[in-house]
DNA sequence: CGTATATAATAGCAAATGTTATTATAACTC
DNA sequence: GAGTTATAATAACATTTGCTATTATATACG
């Protein structure tokens, strides 16, 4: 494993070196994706984590905090502190659960009504640009693997 | 532990749904994995950032660290602080380049190289385990598809 | 040459995130 | 039905990361 290939910007990777890559290429990938949507994003004044927390709720108002954090994957920590600045910019609301009074149900506000659209049409072109280079059946494809690996990856966890 | 539940009101994902979610996927997959990987390597002393700088490194010896900003795909500052705390864990050096006066060369430190192959073993076979569900040929199109997509993305980045 | 601009590395602060502990309430057990 | 255990939400603190200068040196230009 000495061969050293420093010819110019990117170094050519080599068969074993590109399947060790794979979870730095996720990562990157994810990075690099996350960064072009919040790029397009501004003008919503959303954060990524705010914009998963408006897509899960608008399919699921009236949910525990605990159960958002469930379907979205969130530390419950994490997703506290995102609720509570959404909550204060008026996105949504917290009203108190009749049948536990620990939780909290979860309610979009009027205002982010409007927004998820523009959200989701900007989510749909950066998908759209980001997948240029690959077919349709490549992008389901691409999909469909990586649900895989996540369906792995979460048995994994709970472990 | 999330995915393919929908136990009470959460709706069955449709189609257009799934490709909406495409980004939190990607975005769920690379922390799932991160976490997975840095469990298993929790023995190693080192964070998944410096794994990352470890990789490069062995194959790039004595390259800047603005060089390998750009190959590890890192912000500069950022890495500032990653090789800050691994040189002063004694894992690299940083020497003087003889022709620019500004920069440094990275080197490894004899410490870190016996670390490599376990660093290696450790992400084998957690990629192993986490693509388990894939046949070869799928894992082969899974990485080129994220490769397509991480030269867009990267394209798009330099706009 | 000498001045303007670019680059390598870094400092310092603000924002985001992870970690552990705390409080209130619910559910379970004997 | 009293005491234990589990759960929802949160607070307080530590760590990491991102953002905006700053300094020293190199390169380009006229």
Redo the contacts with the bound molecule.
């Keep these: 494993m000495k061969t050293n290939e420093a010819t110019t910007s990117a170094p050519a990777p080599a068969p074993a070196e590109r399947l060790r890559n794979f979870g730095f290429l996720m990562r990157d990938v994810s ?1 690099l994706y996350a960064a072009y949507f919040q790029r397009h994003a501004r003008e919503l004044e959303l ?3 705010q914009c998963k927390v408006l897509g899960h709720l608008s399919r699921n108002e009236g949910i ?6 469930e379907l979205s994957d ?12 959404m909550q204060q910019d008026h996105w949504i609301e ?1 009203r108190a ?1 009749p ?8 309610y979009l506000r009027e205002a982010a009504k409007p927004i998820l659209n523009r959200m989701w049409k900007i989510a749909d072109q950066c998908r759209q640009e980001a997948m240029a280079s690959l077919s349709p059946e490549q992008r389901e494809q691409l999909i469909e693997l990586l649900e895989r690996v996540h369906g792995t990856l979460s048995a994994l966890e709970a472990k």
């Design positions: 990075r954060t990524l984590p525990s905090q605990a159960r958002l954090a969130t530390d419950p920590m994490t997703l506290v502190r995102t609720l509570d600045r917290r659960d049948a536990d009074r620990r939780a909290h149900r979860l």
